[in-house]
Nanobody, 124 residues
Framework: QVQLVESGGGLVQAGDSLTLSCAASGRTFSGYAMAWFRQAPGKERELVAAIRWSTGGTYYVDSVKGRYTISRDSAKKTIYLQMNSLKPEDTAVYYC?????????????????WGKGTLVTVSS
């Protein structure tokens, strides 16, 4: 049974940094694309960043380029999202997701597995 468990969310101030983790278990993810999505109150869930597990290739949405970094640790089967220079508009529940098709960028509707999310709140 595939499980994705996010951690690392919290309350920070604008300009601060935060690192989210996603621990993956239940199978081998070598051919997968792993992604971080976020959903702010009243808005649709949107893709933030993605990484192809096998090659390390990455994708970022324009609004986070230069501020966020996605990475993976194959030995720990963990995905990270390093978030710098956080802004109040980054406030959202952040979800980890997996696409067995390995697509970059992956589509929200094409993700095969989802975590339950971790809340990030950025105060001004």
């Amino acid at each position: 049974q595939v499980q994705l468990v996010e951690s690392g969310g919290g309350l920070v101030q604008a300009g601060d940094s935060l690192t989210l983790s996603c621990a993956a278990s239940g199978r081998t993810f070598s051919g997968y694309a792993m992604a971080w999505f976020r959903q702010a109150p009243g808005k649709e869930r949107e893709l933030v960043a993605a990484i192809r597990w096998s090659t390390g290739g990455t994708y970022y949405v324009d609004s986070v380029k230069g501020r966020y970094t996605i990475s993976r640790d194959s030995a720990k089967k963990t995905i990270y999202l390093q978030m710098n220079s956080l802004k109040p508009e980054d406030t959202a529940v952040y979800y980890c997701a997996a696409d067995r098709g390995g697509r970059l960028p992956p589509s929200r509707d094409g993700m095969d597995y989802w975590g339950k999310g971790t809340l990030v709140t950025v105060s001004s």
